[in-house]
């Protein structure tokens, strides 16, 4: 029995604008728009780009024990935020696995998350799990509130038009209560592209309205509509993970190269055992970041070789359209994953030699750090 897909406010949009609709996390979502992946991921390189990623989850947590939930149940330092300021984080199991990467706001008066579409439920369900041991008030917002990406060097040129407010006083990763185009907003110097850009979170029957406005004030700047196809080509150029190729339960924070969101000296956190026992005894695999030394198109499930056997998949691929050659993301055994390292990827009946690099891949970015 099919599912039927759900949709964002922005879906009529999408159709008006010729995007090409595909089932992602659930959803009808735009791949791309006339102009194509590839002209859309140059426009946000360049100029900007305006993605719809309404699908996304917004959990609330507040109370008096709304700082000490979360720094159990993630495994960055949620006590070093101040109001206005975001971070990036990881839902563990018990083993170690990553539930989830996140993003976590500190409110005046609490928390909010931001959680993968795909992961909604499973996540919801992970904080009911422990929501009984602390004082904490949940919410899950994520129908009421729509949620916008404009990403690029032209971003802020773009905004400024719309708003009163000093968005060179948003730094990275922080974000301000306001107003854009009259519409009241969570603004979030934040993205998953590599370069310079806002998040507006807005009511869900504004977001219309704030797309329009927002594609309106780019007009001049050369701003396009971007779907999914260019965010994943993106952010795989900076070397951001997807959940679901990247990150999974199978995988921890240390092999996943995301050790530096686990915060050891914070107390005990949901997976910290299991973490420092693989910290001590060695990694399984390792998540590592490899460009093709020749022509070839790296997709995933392709295997990656090691002197003539398979010693992992591609979970992440694509040719870079920034640079013009392949690039991909994979797991091999933690002994093999070394810098310079050479490998292999298998498309079709040839081995493309490859090199494992330290990320990212595109280092040209417009990001404000």
Known sequence: METSLKTTPLHSSHISLGAKMVPFAGYDMPVQYSSG?????????????????????????SGPDSCRFLQFLTTNDISALSVGQCQYTLLCQDDGGILDDLLIYKKDHGYMLVVNAARKETDWNWLLRFVNDFEVKLIDRSEEIGLVALQGPKSQEIVEALTE????QIRYYHFVESEVGGIAATISRTGYTGEDGFEFYVDSGSVVTLWGKLLDSGVAHGLKPAGLGSRDSLRLEVGFALYGNDLDELHTPLESGLNWLVKWDTGDFVGREALLRQKSEGLPEKLITIILDQKGFPRPGYAIMCDGLEVGKVTSGTVSPSLGVGIAMGYVPGELAKSDASFGVKIRDQTIPSTCIKPPFYRKGSVRR
């Open 37 to 61: 992946i590839t002209s859309e991921h140059h426009s946000v390189r360049s100029e900007a780009g305006l993605f719809d990623v309404s699908h996304m989850g917004e959990f609330f947590v």
């Open 165 to 168: 407010i000093n968005l060179d």
